[in-house]
């Protein structure tokens, strides 16, 4: 990756943030391990890599669907950009993104920028990029501490943060760059978890690397429970229970397939063994965890932003609450929502429960350890007054 690939990259993020979105870099698509190597270019495991995109945007459209936008940056004069735009066309329906942006350091021919409207695709060079900034005013200030997310050096620092960890979190940071991406949508809730239980003896909340990785697979799972509400409310905004446990299994029939296996399993047990669920034993803390997001649609596209500047500040170890970062803008039930995703994540994957304590001082400004419950803790009914309500809002508790 070139410093100037780097530059346009970090532009288009802002530029996203100033639309309201979320954002990620460099995220690599690939396939499962072939059963033998070929000469195809292969990542470490032996899956072959599909492509990568240079920067994804996601947004809530107005009814709540989880949107995105993928960018494709390059610097160079020998690229040829009239060809790109096919490959950023297939990329754009191989990932299923709504819109997609070409962005060149340098000027583009006509026969691409005629190809804008015939293929869906938005054209910029960098000056493009400059004044398409200026068309878009961020509601938060982004020249304080949130111009980490849009500076070279410590961008370049956050994407090759994790590069040295030890060798035991390599499953987690595999799951991390590539396999979520390219699980079905409805096993990322469960896999997470797992991935992030497997490393919990490993995971340090007093490293800042380890804790940037935690609230990085924070704003992870957040995507993965947006898509959950969307399932949810599409169908079954009046039986959430039924809706979640047929999103986590697939469908209707996946679900009668576990509930059919889990019987026949039962039949065969050993006496006195205890009875078989097919479902995870956090199932309980993650429907009202689901049921609280259900009923603040309008905070999880700033929850998504809380969580992605919440990761950056601490990979560059800095010291900075949300509440200083977001200045006036700071709102503070969106915060809490990513510290109840945070608080669920340690409880199910039994981490320590420091990174529940650390988490809450940065999202909430709590002071280390304010928090007293521990890792095994159910999700409790906690009363809400310090949180401002609008009349005929549904009240909900948010703590964990």
């Not at 994957?349 to 002071?367: H, I, K, Q, T, V």
């Amino acid at each position: 990756m070139s410093e100037l690939d780097l530059g346009l990259k970090v532009g288009v993020r802002k530029l996203l943030w100033s639309m309201g979105q979320s954002t990620r870099l460099d995220v690599e698509l690939r396939g499962d391990p072939p059963p033998s190597s070929t000469s195809i270019k292969r990542s470490a495991n032996g899956a072959e890599t599909f492509t990568d995109l240079d920067v994804l945007g996601i947004q809530l459209t107005g009814g709540y669907r989880l949107t995105t936008t993928i960018a494709d940056c390059k610097s160079g004069r020998r690229d040829k950009p009239t060809a790109r735009m096919f490959w950023t066309r297939g990329v754009a329906d191989l990932f299923g993104a709504e819109q997609a942006m070409l962005v060149r350091e340098h000027e583009v021919n006509d026969a691409t920028r005629q190809l804008s409207s015939r293929l869906g695709i938005t054209v910029l060079t960098s000056s493009d990029l400059a004044k398409m900034q200026t068309l878009h005013a961020s509601e938060y200030d982004l020249s304080g501490p949130l111009s980490i997310l849009f500076d070279k050096s410590y961008v370049s620092n956050a994407l090759s943060a994790f590069n040295g960890l030890d060798k035991k979190l390599s499953p987690l940071l595999e799951y991390r760059d590539f396999d979520y991406w390219i699980y079905q949508h409805h096993r990322n809730p469960i896999q997470l978890v797992a991935h992030l239980k497997e490393a919990a003896k490993v995971l340090d909340h007093r490293n800042p690397i380890h804790l940037a990785l935690f609230l990085d697979m924070s704003w992870l799972y957040i995507v993965s429970l947006i898509r959950v509400t969307e399932y949810l409310r599409g169908a079954f905004l009046g039986d959430p229970d039924r809706g979640l446990r047929e999103y986590l299994f697939g469908g209707a029939i996946g679900l009668r397939e576990k509930e059919e296996t889990a019987a026949l399993l039962q039949t065969v047990a050993p006496s006195g063994t205890p009875t078989l669920n097919h479902l995870p034993p956090y199932f309980g803390n993650l429907r009202e965890l689901v049921t609280r997001l259900l009923r603040r649609p309008g905070e999880l596209q700033t929850a998504l932003q809380y969580a992605e500047a919440s990761s950056s500040l601490m990979a560059a170890r800095q010291r900075v609450t949300l509440r200083d970062a977001f200045g006036d803008s700071f709102k503070p039930v969106a915060a809490k929502l990513v510290a109840d995703v945070c608080g669920f994540l340690v409880a199910s994957s039994d981490l320590n429960p420091g990174f529940r304590s650390e988490a809450r001082a940065y999202l909430l400004a709590e002071p280390i350890g304010a928090s007293t419950e521990t890792t095994d803790a159910p999700i409790r009914a906690r009363g809400t007054d310090q949180i401002p309500t609008v009349p005929g809002q549904i009240e909900l508790d948010l703590e964990v």
